[in-house]
């Protein structure tokens, strides 16, 4: 929809406004998505289901036979969670590979900057579905490091 590039304390941050209802916007910061809420609302003409943005609430136990299990639909490489570079730095190493399964908090990837080791870890659960970046890459803040499903 709209791009913008911002500087915060000699920061460079890039903002796609992907999606405005009323108050609310669905934007993308140096490639991590956010859903914002806005002091006045603004009209684009294009709007967003916020259900799709809502996690869904397990149903309350009535006592009837549970539903057959659905098998997941397969992921794509490089659909799911972008883990992305909070600094811009040197990869020292990389702990995991696409088909991994990993858990909040592992790492993912360690980065060299100012001259120290920075773990980079997940924030959520899930198979690993690309790797970007290999031991010895240089990568600039934001940039993606590892996609998970």
Request: aromatic share 4%.
């Amino acid at each position: 929809m709209a791009k913008y590039n911002y500087t915060v304390q000699g920061v460079d941050y890039e903002v796609d406004i992907i999606e405005v209802e009323g108050t609310l916007a669905k934007v993308s910061v140096n490639g991590t998505e956010f859903e914002v809420e806005m002091k006045e609302p603004i009209s684009t003409g294009k709007t967003f289901n916020r259900a799709k943005a809502v996690k869904p609430v397990a149903a309350p136990v009535t006592g009837s036979a549970p539903e057959p299990a659905k098998t997941p639909e397969p992921v794509k490489a490089g659909e799911g969670t972008k883990i992305c570079s909070p600094l811009p730095g040197t990869v020292t190493s990389v702990a995991v590979k696409v088909g991994d399964a990993v858990a909040a908090g592992d790492t993912v990837v360690v980065l060299e900057a100012m001259k120290m080791q920075n773990n980079i870890e997940t924030e959520t659960a899930g198979t690993v579905t690309s790797v970007m970046v290999n031991a010895g890459d240089s990568v600039m803040e934001g940039a993606v490091l590892v996609t998970i499903a």
